[in-house]
């Protein structure tokens, strides 16, 4: 348990938090059905889900590839500026590097590690950047980026973050356990109960939180 105003862990049946001095979060018993870690994420659906997105993520990486290969190859062949084997070897290092980024994807999939976690902070930060239009002209966009802090049992601080979109960050209260699921990479909100929405912790889409089953991905929503 940790304490929802500092983010330091607490021991069972402490009254207030020794660093900060304040009161831990009371969890009321579920009446809704809302409240608690949702045993539905040993649902078959969801290793289906990871194990068709990494087939997914090689496929459109491998399409990427051989049109790389292909592209360079041709403009090799038909350019007077280029010629092959040299645009022919530029497209292997392409599709290679969209092969090796699928590959690492997956990689992280695999090796993501579940862990139970508070949020401990919310930030809202103004930024900009370079935007180039080509000829060396460029602008400046402006955009707000949305962060909501983590802290995990081991005391490491995770950001989620999104741009010019406040949905997630109103959704998650300081305070809130979650968990973030490893091969998915999401994560779940341990009290659910005074919820509208609901993300699907498969594709991550905003779903009513009287659905029982993502209207995208048909996976079920951990509640």
């Not at 069972?12 to 020794?18: L, M, S």
């Not at 980024?101 to 401990?120: H, P, S, Y």
Request: aromatic share 14%.
């Amino acid at each position: 348990m940790y304490c929802p105003h500092c983010g330091e862990a607490l021991q069972e049946g402490d009254r207030f938090c020794p660093s900060c001095g304040g009161e831990p979060k009371k969890t009321r018993p579920s009446e809704s059905g809302l409240i608690g870690f949702s045993p539905k994420i040993n649902d078959p659906a969801f290793a289906r889900y990871i194990k068709n997105s990494k087939r997914w993520s090689l496929f459109f990486a491998g399409v990427l590839a051989v049109a790389a290969v292909i592209g360079f190859f041709i403009y090799g062949e038909t350019s007077h500026e280029m010629d092959n084997p040299e645009a022919l070897f530029i497209g292997l290092g392409i599709g290679g590097m969209f092969i090796a980024i699928a590959l690492f994807q997956n990689w992280g999939r695999q090796t993501g590690k579940t862990w139970d976690g508070t949020v401990i902070d919310k930030k809202i930060t103004p930024k900009r950047r370079k935007k180039h239009t080509g000829d060396n002209d460029y602008y400046w966009e402006n955009y707000t980026e949305y962060a909501v802090v983590i802290r995990d049992e081991h005391g490491k601080d995770h950001e989620s973050t999104a741009e010019d979109d406040d949905t997630r960050y109103n959704y998650y209260q300081i305070g809130d356990r979650v968990r973030r699921h490893g091969g998915l990479n999401t994560y779940e909100k341990y009290d659910k109960s005074g919820d509208s929405i609901i993300f699907c912790n498969a594709c991550a889409s905003l779903c009513d939180i009287n659905d029982d089953y993502c209207f995208r991905c048909k996976c079920p929503l951990l509640k």
